[in-house]
């Protein structure tokens, strides 16, 4: 509408108020359109009591990954989709928008475990975590933050010390989400090895002294 005097301005639109959509290409608006329906019709019905009840539910990985929502911008042949980050904003904003917890899940899988795994792992640990990662069939979680330091790398004391045929860890990190029900642990420490520069190391469930009690009580991400 223009009153002959200014440019003219389109109608507003509440559900897109930036016109994001007329600036998508077709695959991006597929994949938000499949996480929409996936994430109203599969878990929209079951956050309520996810939510009341601080249960974090291990099968909506696999369902996540049927649909292919895990680990979307890593290439295909370790089992992502390949696709741009503009998707993968789309995808978290659909699922961010049933609950926060929920997109936590999804976005410490695909960004702070099978992201750093696929560019800075070894050829051999990719192919082997990131299809199962992918496929929800594996659980990863992030291990930066810790009850000292926060999640400040310079205060961080968990740290790595070499021995035969791999490294000791020694340390505590706290609030990591998905931990309690992880397969593959992504944990980061001070690595003696390399002059007391923070380094990645990937740890399995059932290692020699690694646990990962829940933490209760939250006020917030309790459906995670």
């Given at each position: 509408?223009?009153?002959?005097?200014?440019?003219?301005?389109?109608?507003?639109?509440?559900?897109?108020?930036?016109?994001?959509?007329?600036?998508?290409?077709?695959?991006?608006r597929m994949?938000?359109?499949?996480?929409?329906a996936?994430?109203?019709?599969?878990?929209q019905?079951?956050?309520?009591?996810?939510?009341?009840?601080?249960?974090?539910?291990?099968?909506?990985?696999?369902?996540?990954?049927?649909?292919?929502?895990?680990?979307?911008?890593?290439?295909?042949?370790?089992?992502?989709?390949?696709?741009?980050?503009?998707?993968?904003?789309l995808?978290a904003?659909?699922?961010?928008?049933?609950?926060?917890?929920?997109?936590?899940?999804?976005?410490?899988?695909?960004?702070?475990?099978?992201?750093?795994?696929?560019a800075?792992?070894?050829?051999?640990?990719?192919?082997?975590?990131?299809?199962?990662?992918?496929?929800?069939e594996?659980?990863?979680?992030?291990?930066?933050?810790e009850?000292?330091?926060?999640?400040?790398?310079g205060?961080?004391?968990?740290?790595?010390?070499?021995?035969d045929?791999?490294?000791?860890?020694?340390?505590?990190?706290?609030?990591?989400?998905n931990?309690?029900?992880?397969d593959?642990?992504?944990?980061?420490?001070?690595?003696?090895?390399?002059?007391?520069?923070?380094?990645g190391?990937?740890?399995?469930?059932?290692?020699?002294?690694?646990?990962?009690?829940?933490?209760?009580?939250?006020?917030?991400?309790?459906?995670?």
């Amino acid at each position: 509408m223009s009153d002959g005097h200014g440019p003219s301005l389109s109608p507003f639109s509440w559900e897109d108020p930036f016109h994001l959509d007329s600036q998508l290409i077709e695959e991006e608006r597929m994949l938000r359109d499949g996480a929409h329906a996936f994430a109203q019709d599969r878990l929209q019905p079951r956050v309520v009591e996810a939510y009341a009840q601080e249960k974090a539910d291990p099968s909506i990985f696999a369902e996540m990954g049927e649909m292919g929502l895990l680990g979307l911008t890593v290439p295909e042949e370790y089992g992502g989709a390949g696709a741009s980050y503009v998707s993968y904003g789309l995808v978290a904003r659909e699922v961010e928008r049933v609950d926060s917890g929920y997109r936590s899940m999804m976005s410490v899988q695909s960004s702070l475990v099978m992201y750093p795994i696929h560019a800075y792992g070894s050829e051999e640990q990719r192919k082997k975590y990131l299809p199962k990662l992918a496929a929800g069939e594996w659980i990863g979680c992030f291990g930066l933050t810790e009850p000292d330091a926060g999640s400040d790398p310079g205060g961080m004391k968990t740290a790595a010390k070499k021995t035969d045929g791999g490294y000791l860890l020694n340390g505590t990190k706290m609030w990591i989400s998905n931990a309690p029900i992880a397969d593959v642990f992504v944990v980061w420490a001070n690595s003696e090895a390399h002059g007391g520069k923070i380094r990645g190391f990937v740890l399995e469930k059932g290692m020699k002294g690694l646990s990962a009690p829940k933490i209760g009580g939250k006020l917030s991400l309790r459906a995670s």
